[in-house]
């Protein structure tokens, strides 16, 4: 199994406005998952994009993938401050190899 | 729909003594996963389960066991606690391995 790494470890900003976090891998995927965990909760899975796609769309998300760099970034737009919450990326690669492993996430503070 | 529950929510033992904590799922899902989340670490993969009655070691397996004789159900044992073992439990079910992962909302044990 292979692990994401969440790039910057943290990241402060102010309301309204984006917020651009990094995720690189090493080996070939099958898709790669976002999730987001609020303090002291479970995570939640964001959105899931597959290995043939480049770009993706949920709302204010916005995930882009590029494999020949093994990388993946999570943009949200307009933040609020309930978007404070730990994003942890998970890199698939499919077939026999089910095990999803987790970085250290990236911690987003929104201040109002 | 309750999703993934998980039981306790929290719980703090002596050095020694033992537990279950314990996993369900209503959505039918084939896999089932049991993480521990510390400080600093991320998500650690310790045990996971394809379907009824299966079970395989994760990244850090030591010190726990596991049982899946309901596919609804996924148990985490602790047969002697240790201090190590203080951290927050989460568990995950998912359709295939490939899929997006459904986690409880966590147990916070502490080992005295």
């Known amino acids: 199994s292979q692990q994401g790494e969440e790039d910057p470890q943290a990241l402060s900003i102010q309301e309204g406005e984006n917020a651009t976090m990094n995720c690189s891998y090493k080996?070939?995927?099958?898709?790669l998952q976002w999730y987001r965990q609020n303090s002291g909760r479970g995570l939640v899975h964001l959105i899931l994009i597959r290995s043939n796609e480049r770009e993706k769309h949920s709302g204010r998300l916005r995930v882009t993938l590029d494999t020949s760099k093994k990388s993946s970034s999570l943009l949200i737009t307009a933040s609020r401050a309930a978007d404070t919450a730990s994003y942890f990326c998970a890199p698939n690669p499919g077939g026999s190899n089910y095990k999803l492993t987790f970085g250290k996430g990236t911690l987003l503070t929104v201040n109002p | 729909n309750a999703g993934v529950t998980q039981t306790p929510k929290f719980r703090v033992l002596k050095t020694g003594q033992s537990m279950t904590l314990l996993c369900a799922q209503d959505m039918n899902h084939e896999y089932m996963y049991w993480y521990r989340q510390d400080p600093g670490m991320g998500l650690r993969l310790i045990h996971y389960s394809v379907g009824e009655g299966t079970t395989a070691k994760g990244e850090v397996p030591d010190g726990y066991n596991v049982s899946r004789l309901k596919k609804q159900n996924f148990l985490l044992g602790l047969e002697s606690a240790a201090p190590s073992q203080t951290s927050v439990y989460f568990c995950a079910s998912s359709i295939g391995g490939a899929g997006t992962q459904y986690f409880g909302p966590g147990t916070r044990l502490t080992v005295l």
């Open positions: 080996t070939s995927i099958n898709n």
